[in-house]
């Protein structure tokens, strides 16, 4: 794995926990959203993550075609340029469904070193 792709997965993964830890004292969306910082912080760690999956090499991305990296990144654009136009109830499933697997994912490409280059 190149070490460039090797920070940037780790800082993904670094925004993946974050944003699990912001969400984790909360069981239902209502309470989330109100509490604006947790939100506010949740979706700038969203954004940070879609904003190091355009970073990352091709030959990564290829080689882990499981993960929808055009989804994320775009998720990311949503984000940065229409804030007002998000729909929380998408955000919350977001959280409960697809961060935890993404963190899987993530943990296992890193861990795996899944690439032909070395670190």
Known sequence: MFEKDYAILTNILDSI?????????????SNFVA??????????NFIVIGEMVGKLSVEI????????????????????HDYFGIEEKQIWQIVQNDIPKLKNDI?????????????
Do not use: C, Q
């Open 17 to 29: 926990n974050k944003i699990l830890e912001n969400t984790s004292n909360y069981d239902n969306i």
């Open 35 to 44: 509490d604006h910082r947790s939100f506010d912080a949740t979706l700038m």
């Open 61 to 80: 991305k290829e080689k882990n075609p499981a993960v929808d990296w055009r989804k994320i990144y775009a998720f990311r654009n949503v984000l940065a």
């Open 107 to 119: 943990e296992t490409i890193i861990n795996t070193g899944n690439s032909n280059e070395s670190k």
